[in-house]
């Protein structure tokens, strides 16, 4: 089972916003309303951001915020923090015919 | 609130055995799924394994079938990572998370499994 895609890096300055695409088959982003979103610090745990495409757990910022076209997710920031500096994750449910979950390959936000 | 604590890595020399602890306390353990997913240094985050609630579901990468066994004592609210022929490819930072259900919603602060000779 394949990684999803994401791009290694992306970039704002404090105020802009940021997306962050996360581009997978109809095996798992396009076939399910399974897609989540993580940021994860240097050397912390990964944070859920996201979950079901496009829904905030209780206590991460509106700043935050998913969609998904077809085989591609994404993630906006808006409003960039300099606290959004962070690596992103997305995630996918991917049936259950093998492994029921892939990662994407990360993207590193730098905050300008 | 939410708590995991990780617990049993360390250095191990290839083709040895390791098992992996998680703590789990501050919800009702036995009625989520768990999942182990590790980070190798400097790389993505990669799903190794999970386990339904009552543990009689479980799933595993290609990479660790055979090798690895998950399962948890919910009387004990802990879950398991038994690692057997352990390879360098396996050193990573183990994280244990609950399930939302559907993803892992809470993580613990992981432990650092490196295979070395």
């Known amino acids: 089972q394949s990684a999803l895609t994401q791009p290694p890096s992306a970039s704002g300055s404090p105020g802009q916003s940021v997306t962050i695409s996360c581009t997978g088959t109809?095996?798992?982003?396009?076939?399910?309303?399974?897609v989540s979103w993580y940021q994860q610090h240097p050397g912390k745990a990964p944070k859920l951001m996201i979950y079901?495409?496009?829904k905030r757990p209780s206590g991460v910022p509106d700043r935050f915020s998913g969609s998904k076209s077809g085989n591609t997710a994404s993630l906006t920031v808006s409003g960039l923090q300099a606290e959004d500096e962070a690596d992103y994750y997305c995630s996918s449910y991917a049936g259950s015919n093998n492994f029921p979950y892939v990662f994407g390959t990360g993207t590193k936000v730098t905050v300008l | 609130q939410v708590r995991l604590v990780e617990s049993g890595g360390g250095v191990v020399q290839p083709g040895r055995s390791l098992r992996l602890s998680c703590a789990a306390s501050g919800f009702t353990f036995s009625s989520y799924g768990m999942h182990w997913v590790r980070q190798a240094p400097g790389k993505g985050l990669e799903w190794v394994s999970i386990i339904s609630s009552d543990g009689t579901n479980k799933y595993y990468v290609d990479s660790v079938k055979g090798r690895f066994t998950i399962s948890r004592d919910n009387s004990k609210n802990t879950l398991y990572l038994q690692m057997n022929s352990l390879r360098a490819e396996d050193t990573a930072v183990y994280y244990c998370?609950?399930?939302?259900?559907?993803?892992?919603?809470?993580w613990g602060q992981g432990t650092l499994v490196t295979v070395s000779s």
């Open positions: 109809s095996s798992d982003v396009g076939g399910y309303n399974y």
């Open positions: 998370g609950k399930d939302r259900p559907g993803e892992p919603d809470y």
């Open positions: 079901e495409v496009s």
